[in-house]
Structures are given as C-alpha cells and as structure tokens.
C-alpha cells in the first residue's frame, strides 16, 4: 500500500518550519514552535486525526507570532498535499461535531482539489494562554491555500474561549481523519466525475 508520508521545509527571512505527516500513524505528535497554546491545537489534529506530525519551528516571535502561525499552516499544507498523492481511493469528504462541556463545533471538507476556507468563528475572547486567536484564522488560510481543500468551521455554540477553540481543532482532526480514509468500494478510482482532484 502507498505510504501516506511527506516531509517540508520551508525557510523565509521570517521562520524556519519543518513539517512531518504520515497518515498511517496512530496519532503522535511532537512540536517544538514556541507557541504552547499552538502546539496543544496541533496535538488534537495528530491525536484525533490518527496522524503522526512533528512540527519544527522558529519564528520572529520578537516581533509577534503572526508569521509563525501561517507558515506552519502553510507548510502543513504542502505537507498533506504531498503525502495523498493523487487521493485515489480516498472517501474525499469529512465532518465531525465535537462537543466539550459548553462548546460545540462542526467541521465539513472536501479533498476538493481547490482552496476554501468559510469560517464562522465569533471568539469569546481574544487570547487564550497569551495567543492571539485571531490567528487561527491565518493558520487554517494558509493550511487551506497549500493543500488544496474546502474547509468550513463553524463556532455553534461557547462561552469558553478554550474549549471554542479546542472542539474545533478537534473537530477537524475527525474530518480529516474520515476524508483521508481509503473505501474499498473506490477502488483506486479518483473519487470525482472529472477523474482528478
């Protein structure tokens, strides 16, 4: 079977990242950003998306975390890209709801083949353990842009920055998770009309 794997580096004036994926993992992570708060989002793609991923990454985080946070949404999106290939076999979409406690989020893709991000996210706050949440928007943009996918994120209910936050990188772990999943039924057909994705 193709192994689902890949491995990016990615070097501006601005950060150095270094991106790991293997989508025949059972959901390791490890992160070395300097952004904590990041790193604990980063680790419930990996444990609910059965991913192993290992971010590396220094930024200008003197300045502010901004430029870190895309180029890791970026250059994991280059990551993913490469490592399904031509997505032949692959069940494409994904969903998930995911609860917890107060907050409820859904996520819906599609390995569409073209970039879309449509976020509807009303944060309870603006930071959570001293990061921006403004800038997971710019890391899903990014993310979205280099591999190529919809993505819809919607915030249905919360109170709880937090948990906001967490039930939708949680979320999005289970809709990768599913869309990546191979379906025997597929065979190792594209799954689209058009034959490419």
């Known amino acids: 079977m193709f192994e689902r794997k890949a491995v990016v580096d990615r070097q ?11 989508f025949e993992g059972s959901g390791r992570g490890q992160f070395s950003t300097g952004l ?35 180029d890791i949404g970026i250059t994991l999106g280059q990551a993913c890209k490469q490592a399904w ?13 995911v609860p917890l406690d107060e907050a ?3 996520v819906v893709l599609d390995l569409s083949g073209r970039p879309g991000l449509y976020m509807d996210v009303e ?4 930071q959570v353990g001293g990061f921006d949440v403004d800038l997971f928007h710019e890391f899903f943009q990014g993310l979205v842009n280099h591999a190529m996918i919809t993505l ?31 379906d025997s039924r597929v065979g190792q057909q594209v799954p689209s009309t058009k034959g490419i994705l």
């Open 123 to 126: 944060f309870t706050r603006s």
């Open 85 to 97: 290939g031509d997505k032949a076999g692959l069940c494409r979409y994904g969903h998930a709801y």
């Open 152 to 182: 819809h994120i919607d915030s249905l209910k919360a109170s709880n920055a937090h948990h906001q936050v967490e039930t939708i990188f949680k979320a999005f772990g289970r809709a990768l998770r599913m869309a990546v999943t191979f």
């Open 36 to 70: 904590p708060f990041l790193e604990h989002m980063l680790d419930q793609i990996a444990r609910h998306g059965l991913i192993d991923l290992t971010v590396k990454a220094q930024g200008d985080l003197e300045i502010d975390a901004h430029h870190t946070v895309e």
């Open 12 to 22: 501006t004036q601005e950060t150095q990242i270094s991106v790991s994926v293997n």
């Open 104 to 106: 409820l989020s859904r």
